[in-house]
């Protein structure tokens, strides 16, 4: 484990959550959307904040459905049978739950996908209709009384109050987090909020240098243009203070980390590593990583096969710099995330 790693090892992770996706009966008709991957292989790695925006601004259990309606820009929330609209009651509940979280020292969230309260994108926005659709209507009927079809430019308004207040902080929902490299993208970046947080409680030049380092490797995987503009800023000499400095390298390491890695770039990095432990290793060793590095980028192995190899290398020989690349670790092994991109 690398210094970082460790240094962050008894900082809790804390992340926000729909209630529903834990199994909490909070939706409009008593149910839930349990998430096993998040109650039950995740949970032990975090520690979950829930909130459901409809219940906790009010609205009770069971209630009446809702769904946005009018500007996708601008929606308003309005009940699908009485067309009472909770536009005014939901925005001032989100502001000030948003504002209580910052004290929660929060490392990302997972919303509800489809959610009018907590939908990150593509919820459903309905024209504006005199007469709303009754709940239990058919999507067809729902979509022609309320003025037409429904367009899938929405953002729920807890969720959309959300981002706004924290840009940087990883969020996803539920649903994308079923595909395999997007999962993997998700929990690799809110372990890595998790140490930059911890950064940023005492900001000095050195300690954000040896925190750069440690990540080279995983950002250089995501995004090399990143990589270059990374380093330049933390060499940079005099202008902000080292907070500002600091704020401003962590805004532009979880916008790097956000972009997706591919097998190309993960390429790049393993035969990266792979020149470090070069001159440790025998011609038939050499031979052996690169052809589970080729296997890799053939998609004959998992990442987690040509990482085994050269974490390997980098451990038996004592390769330092690569010693406390965060990218041979960046999230508990027990997850075996890698073992499926």
């Not at 959307?33 to 009010?58: H, M, T």
């Not at 929902?173 to 998790?194: A, V």
């Given at each position: 484990m690398s210094a970082t790693a460790t240094s962050?090892?008894?900082?809790?992770?804390?992340?926000?959550?729909?209630?529903?996706?834990?199994?909490?009966?909070?939706?409009?008709?008593?149910?839930?959307?349990?998430?096993?991957?998040?109650?039950?292989?995740?949970?032990?790695?975090?520690?979950?904040?829930?909130?459901?925006?409809?219940?906790?601004?009010?609205?009770?259990?069971?209630?009446?459905?809702?769904?946005?309606v009018g500007d996708p820009t601008a929606p308003r929330m309005i009940g699908t049978r009485t067309g009472r609209d909770h536009t005014v009651a939901m925005r001032r509940f989100a502001a000030a739950r948003v504002r209580a979280l910052a004290a929660l020292d929060l490392c990302g969230y997972v919303f509800k996908k489809d959610s009018p309260?907590?939908?990150?994108?593509?919820?459903?926005?309905?024209?504006?209709?005199?007469?709303?659709?009754?709940?239990?209507?058919?999507?067809?009927?729902?979509?022609?009384?309320?003025?037409?079809?429904?367009?899938?430019?929405?953002?729920?308004?807890?969720?959309?109050?959300?981002?706004?207040?924290?840009?940087?902080?990883?969020?996803?929902?539920?649903?994308?987090?079923?595909?395999?490299?997007?999962?993997?993208?998700?929990?690799?970046?809110?372990?890595?909020?998790?140490?930059?947080?911890?950064?940023?409680?005492?900001?000095?030049?050195?300690?954000?240098?040896?925190?750069?380092?440690?990540?080279?490797?995983?950002?250089?995987?995501?995004?090399?243009r990143a990589y270059a503009a990374l380093g330049r800023l933390v060499t940079a000499r005099g202008g902000a203070r080292p907070a500002a400095h600091a704020r401003r390298y962590g805004d532009g390491l979880m916008a790097a980390l956000a972009v997706p890695a591919t097998v190309t770039k993960h390429v790049n990095v393993l035969q990266h590593?792979?020149?470090?432990?070069?001159?440790?290793?025998?011609?038939?060793?050499?031979?052996?990583?690169?052809?589970?590095?080729?296997d890799y980028r053939r998609g004959i192995v998992p990442l987690v096969v040509p990482i085994r190899l050269v974490r390997h290398h980098v451990e038996r020989h004592d390769v330092a710099y690569m010693k406390m690349q965060v990218y041979l670790n960046p999230h508990p092994k027990e997850l075996m995330l890698r073992n499926h991109v």
């Open positions: 962050n090892a008894a900082r809790p992770l804390r992340l926000g959550v729909s209630s529903c996706l834990l199994g909490a009966a909070v939706r409009y008709d008593g149910g839930n959307k349990r998430d096993r991957f998040l109650s039950d292989v995740l949970a032990p790695y975090v520690e979950w904040v829930p909130v459901c925006p409809e219940v906790e601004a009010g609205m009770g259990v069971p209630r009446e459905a809702v769904h946005l309260s907590c939908g990150l994108e593509r919820v459903r926005v309905y024209a504006a209709s005199g007469t709303p659709p009754p709940s239990g209507a058919s999507r067809r009927t729902r979509a022609s009384q309320a003025g037409g079809a429904p367009t899938r430019r929405g953002r729920g308004l807890f969720a959309a109050a959300f981002t706004a207040a924290y840009p940087s902080i990883p969020v996803e929902e539920e649903g994308r987090l079923q595909d395999p490299l997007l999962r993997e993208n998700f929990i690799e970046r809110i372990f890595c909020y998790r140490r930059l947080r911890s950064l940023l409680v005492r900001p000095t030049r050195g300690a954000l240098v040896a925190f750069h380092t440690a990540h080279e490797c995983l950002i250089l995987a995501h995004s090399p590593i792979a020149g470090f432990c070069r001159a440790h290793l025998s011609s038939g060793e050499r031979r052996e990583l690169a052809t589970v590095i080729d």
